[in-house]
């Protein structure tokens, strides 16, 4: 099989990286040393095999031996003796393109078997990197104030951190919590965030808003701690300031929220003109 068709697009995205096939490969690929250029740089699996095709059409099928580093290189491509040098080297830059992702699949499943990122092996060349760990906090709260229930919360959560872990993230996992366990999840990760890292902040239960804040209503306290928009604004966690910006903290960290908020309890009312 040579490049292009169904059979070569399907081979290749078995070898494509977790970081490539959830749209970030463009934050690794502009640390890789040395630089890609421009013609090289993707974000997804269909704009990677793009970039492959543009450079080769008939690159043939991974998997290749490659060194960007010796100047005898081309006697490992894959092409006949024959193939014109110009043609040769662009088959070379494809099959550099697809090993690195190739390696970085296994990088990432290494990293997530173990749980420990590996050290980069001396004088590696084309696949070096800053990794991005992929942290999660996922937080279902299916009780809320006074006892309310709803039966989202918990499955939500437990559901989300399973498809997160399939993907690499390492999860944090809190069901039913209050405000405290909240807090203190955000501000570890907030402690140990390392510059690349890639956080993601899920949350399932109840949320106001309040003064056009999010506010996240932990699974604590009786209804009437949380009958007016103060109330809920002192016993809630706010996304911005408490999650949001100590995810942040660390320079060069990415931080993803998403919010999966069902009404309150009935009996968790703002006064009149309060929102």
């Known amino acids: ?72 290189v081309m006697r490992h491509t894959p092409l006949d003796v024959t193939t014109p040098g110009s043609t040769m080297n662009r088959a070379l830059q494809a099959a550099v393109i697809l090993e690195n992702e190739w390696h970085e699949r296994q990088v990432e499943e290494e990293e997530k078997a173990t749980g420990k990122l590996r050290p980069l092996p001396t004088g590696e060349k084309q696949t070096a990197r800053v990794r991005n760990r992929k942290m999660a906090i996922v937080i279902g709260n299916a009780i809320g104030p006074g006892g309310f229930r709803s039966g989202r919360g918990e499955d939500d959560a437990r559901g989300m951190a399973r498809n997160l872990e399939e993907l690499g993230f390492k999860v944090n996992l809190l069901i039913n919590a209050n405000k405290a366990d909240m807090l203190d ?58 999650v949001i910006r100590p995810l942040n903290r660390q320079q060069g960290t990415l931080t993803m929220a998403i919010l999966e908020s069902f009404v309150c309890s009935p009996s968790i009312q703002s006064p009149a003109g309060a929102d």
């Not at 068709?5 to 959830?22: I, K, N, P």
Request: proline fraction near 8%; charge should be negative.
């Open 1 to 72: 099989l040579e490049g292009g068709g169904d059979r070569w697009d399907a081979h290749v995205r078995e070898r494509v990286s977790l970081s490539t096939q959830l749209g970030e490969a463009g934050v690794r690929l502009s640390r890789q040393v040395p630089p890609y250029p421009d013609e090289w740089m993707y974000a997804d699996p269909p704009s990677m095999l793009e970039a492959v095709l543009r450079l080769c059409p008939r690159i043939p099928l991974p998997p290749y031996v490659c060194d960007v580093g010796q100047m005898d």
């Open 185 to 242: 999840a955000v501000n570890t990760a907030s402690r140990r965030a390392k510059e690349g890292d890639l956080h993601l902040f899920y949350f399932s239960g109840s949320a106001r808003s309040v003064d056009g804040r999010n506010v996240l209503i932990p699974s604590e306290g009786d209804a009437d701690s949380f009958a007016t928009s103060a109330q809920v604004a002192k016993g809630g966690v706010d996304l911005r300031k408490e």
